[in-house]
């Protein structure tokens, strides 16, 4: 898969300005992988991460995703930005923004649900990494998955961010409000099965016919 790789220099000193830059030190992938998939991951990565997505892409994040590719951890994330969805890589520790070429579909091609996330992420008074920093304190762990819990519709009037966590070695959901910034206590009714990811790779098979 051919990728074009860029080093988030601006990104990083963005990140050192807003107080969220810890670079990730390495350990050897291989004994990432089979010790604990998130081994690399603090309470820095994420927000680290989903800034240096923006910062590249141009655009904001609907949400970003940890996965060990290869052996290798790192997120994955869908950013809408004008005019077309993309899907982006940074792996950890390089730090290093990988762009999947073949992975961007224009915006008039996108289905409903990328268009629909992204519209209702311009009325987001709290921007995700705010969101996943507040979710990280409220429980004093790590986020590992980020991103817009469903779009605003006749059905739904509540923008919220779905955050997983990993405590005590075991995935935690903290769904926080995108306007109020709190936390929502009963979020079910939120949770969106058509996530960005999912309608990411619905809108690909459109545009690869």
């Keep these: 898969m051919l990728k074009v790789l860029l080093p988030t220099t601006a990104a990083v000193a963005a990140l050192l300005i807003a107080g969220y830059a810890t670079p990730v030190r390495a350990q050897a ?4 992988a089979v010790d604990s998939p998130w081994k690399l991951v603090t309470k820095a990565t994420l927000p680290h991460a989903i800034a240096a997505f923006e910062a590249f892409g141009g655009g904001r994040v609907l949400e970003a995703r940890f996965g060990v590719h290869g052996d290798v951890p790192g997120f994955d994330a869908v950013v809408a ?5 993309s899907h982006l890589r ?5 730090n290093v923004v990988a762009v999947i070429a073949e992975a961007e579909v224009p915006a008039w091609m996108a289905s409903w649900v990328l268009k629909a996330d992204a519209k209702s992420l311009e009325k987001a008074k709290l921007h995700l990494v705010e969101a996943v920093v507040k979710a990280e304190n409220m429980v004093d762990a790590p986020a590992v998955d980020a991103g817009i819990a ?22 935690e959901r903290v769904v926080i409000d995108a306007v109020t910034g709190l936390k929502i206590a009963n979020p079910d009714a939120l949770l969106e099965t058509w996530t960005p990811e999912k309608a990411l790779r619905e809108s690909l098979k459109k545009v690869a016919r």
């Design 29 to 32: 992938a291989v004994v990432v």
């Design 150 to 171: 469903a779009p605003l519709s006749g059905e739904n009037d509540v923008l919220a961010y779905n955050i997983e966590v990993i405590k005590n070695n075991e995935p």
């Design 90 to 94: 940074v792996d950890i520790p390089a």
């Design 81 to 85: 930005k004008e005019g077309a969805f």
